[in-house]
């Protein structure tokens, strides 16, 4: 089967079928990219005759709908959107939206003296441009339907009396002309395979950052206006942007056709919570909006979805199309749920991941975040076990590396294991497999490493926070208050190790070397042998003394901080000869606080 078909539209002809809707630019109503230099740049490449590359356009399959008759599917330009973003803001005169979500227009100026002496002639429109006769200030106007050059050339000549009107006659022309560029367009042939058509849409979009099955849901949900899918685009969009711009509200409120549909309510609270444990990307909302309301964990059957593929039939049906969007749309509602994210939050918090520096796996906690919105609309579940399973579910999946590799097929596997067995069945078969060689054996030896963001390390912290432990040699100072200022420290001191012959940082920076202190006592500890600072310390406390260590005041305080801490007690007599020997404890003592933590989620 051929795949493609070659065509070439003028560019006068292009824009005015974008601007009928024949065609649809999906990211028309996202922030265009491009800064008003590329725009320049493009303009003279059209000036000088150069390509500018092909367009790709897409129809969308062809649909079955109730009455058993076909409808055409739309044109979508899945490749060329910026290009042509940028013709319709230029020469068009039409507002786009910039990075903050405000609509621009942006104004190209066009000089004839310069272009008389084949030098480049197009530059971004400023104030001084805007005082200087010698140039259009905008060239859209020059492709306006009531443009009259009879008027214009007299006008500017009277102004640039050393331009000749013939010459000004002939290089407007020239300008006018771009209109008239063949532009060449890839059809694709409305038959492939969705997989093949997402997947030339990632290939040809990427320029060097990296696209998923996410950016063409958005996509499809933006060239969509029968389902309300660009509407819920937007949405998804606004909300993610408060995220990590609260001020951004204030934009959203100016957008009129937004402030008066439901999302507006809906997503408003973000620019009132100051600080959040996780932040939504629109990656996150579609995977947990689609995970919560199908048994699905594949982003690529969103898209099939959306477009009305039938699996079982293998067409694509208008009835199916129009029941995934009212279907995803409250999906995404339950995640723009205030009450929604505030019961995950406080179900990680109270599990002891009380900061984003512990979270660890993005596709784990989108997971967590769907099983907590089914288990708390499952009317089998008792609601007070919700946070329990939820807690569990997630440090098993961190702790396993469940979602690392192959993260949407296992999801999948998951979502029809909970679907044919029930939750709590399923959920039992998944817990039994962690057994005594999970947690002496696996769980130790992941902790041999130097990844300071290593799952079992983070859960470790995270098990400590929930304990409300003592930070190393602390009273008053606890871990969870050091995570912000990131006050992990060495115990066996770097510097002492480099000095002492140990000089590889995967042998210093051990997991099992680290420990929350604060940094007046690391300070003190400087580059001394554990047996050296923790010496002195004990010969203070003994002494009645006050240690520049610690604020201590007995030998039983600080062995329950070593406990908490999970050092060895031996370290009081041990130095870079025992260093080996103490890793091997420490991580065994870890792994034994990171399952006791585990079992009493």
């Avoid at 795949?3 to 002809?13: A, C, D, G, P, R």
Wanted: hydrophobic share 40%.
């Amino acid at each position: 089967m051929q795949k493609f078909s070659v065509n070439h539209l003028t560019i006068e002809n292009l824009l005015s079928t974008i601007k009928s809707k024949e065609i649809a630019i999906p990211e028309l109503q996202r922030p265009f990219v491009w800064n008003s230099n590329q725009i320049r740049d493009l303009l003279d490449s059209l000036y000088n005759g150069f390509p500018i590359g092909y367009l790709i356009i897409w129809r969308n399959p062809d649909m079955v709908d109730k009455n058993g008759e076909k409808t055409l599917g739309k044109k979508i330009m899945i490749d060329g959107q910026q290009r042509i973003t940028a013709l319709m803001t230029a020469v068009l005169g039409m507002p786009v939206l910039d990075k903050d979500f405000k609509e621009k227009t942006h104004r190209i100026a066009f000089n004839p003296f310069f272009a008389a002496k084949g030098e480049p002639c197009f530059e971004v429109q400023s104030a001084a441009i805007r005082k200087d006769k010698r140039w259009i200030a905008d060239i859209s106007q020059l492709f306006s339907s009531d443009f009259n050059a009879f008027d214009f050339v007299p006008e500017y000549c009277k102004d640039n009396p050393e331009m000749i009107d013939k010459e000004l006659n002939r290089l407007i022309e020239r300008v006018r002309d771009i209109r008239y560029t063949p532009i060449g367009v890839i059809e694709l042939n409305n038959e492939l395979s969705l997989t093949d058509v997402t997947e030339i849409f990632i290939r040809i979009n990427s320029k060097g950052a990296s696209l998923t099955q996410a950016d063409f849901v958005m996509s499809t949900l933006a060239a969509d206006e029968l389902n309300g899918g660009n509407l819920l685009r937007k949405a998804i969009d606004y909300f993610c942007h408060l995220f990590s711009t609260q001020s951004f509200l204030g934009v959203v409120e100016k957008d009129a056709g937004f402030s008066s549909s439901k999302f507006h309510d809906m997503i408003k609270w973000v620019a009132g919570t100051g600080y959040n444990l996780f932040d939504l990307t629109f990656d996150d909302v579609l995977r947990i909006a689609f995970m919560s309301q199908y048994h699905r964990g594949k982003m690529a059957s969103l898209t099939d979805l959306l477009h009305g593929r039938s699996f079982e039939q293998r067409t694509y049906e208008v009835d199916i199309m129009r029941d995934t969007f009212s279907t995803l749309e409250k999906g995404v509602e339950a995640v723009f749920s205030k009450y929604n994210y505030d019961q995950f939050s406080e179900c990680l918090k109270s599990a002891g991941f009380v900061h984003p520096r512990l979270l660890r796996s993005r596709m784990s906690v989108d997971f967590a975040y769907m099983l907590s919105l089914r288990l708390r609309r499952d009317g089998t579940i008792d609601k007070l076990q919700v946070p329990h399973y939820v807690q569990r579910w997630y440090v098993m999946s961190v702790l396993t590396g469940r979602y690392s590799t192959s993260p949407e097929t296992n999801m999948e596997r998951d979502l029809r294991g909970i679907r044919d067995k029930g939750f709590p069945t399923y959920y039992n078969e998944v817990m039994a497999n962690i057994g005594d060689t999970f947690w002496d054996v696996t769980i130790v030896q992941s902790l041999e490493t130097s990844s300071s963001t290593a799952p079992a390390f983070s859960v470790f912290v995270a098990a400590q926070c929930k304990a409300v432990d003592a930070s190393f040699l602390g009273v008053g100072s606890k871990v969870r208050d050091l995570l912000d200022t990131a006050d992990l420290h060495h115990i066996f001191p770097k510097q002492y190790l480099i000095d002492s012959g140990i000089n590889s940082s995967t042998a210093y920076n051990q997991v099992a070397n680290y420990v929350y202190l604060s940094r007046p006592v690391n300070i003190a500890v400087g580059k001394k042998a554990p047996r050296v600072y923790l010496g002195e310390a004990v010969n203070s406390i003994e002494g009645g003394k006050e240690s520049a260590y610690t604020p201590i005041k007995s030998k039983e305080e600080l062995r329950r901080n070593l406990r908490e801490n999970c050092i060895p007690e031996d370290v009081f007599g041990m130095d870079v000869t025992n260093y080996s020997d103490f890793l091997a404890k420490r991580r065994e003592l870890m792994a034994h606080k990171i399952r006791d933590y585990f079992n009493n989620l």
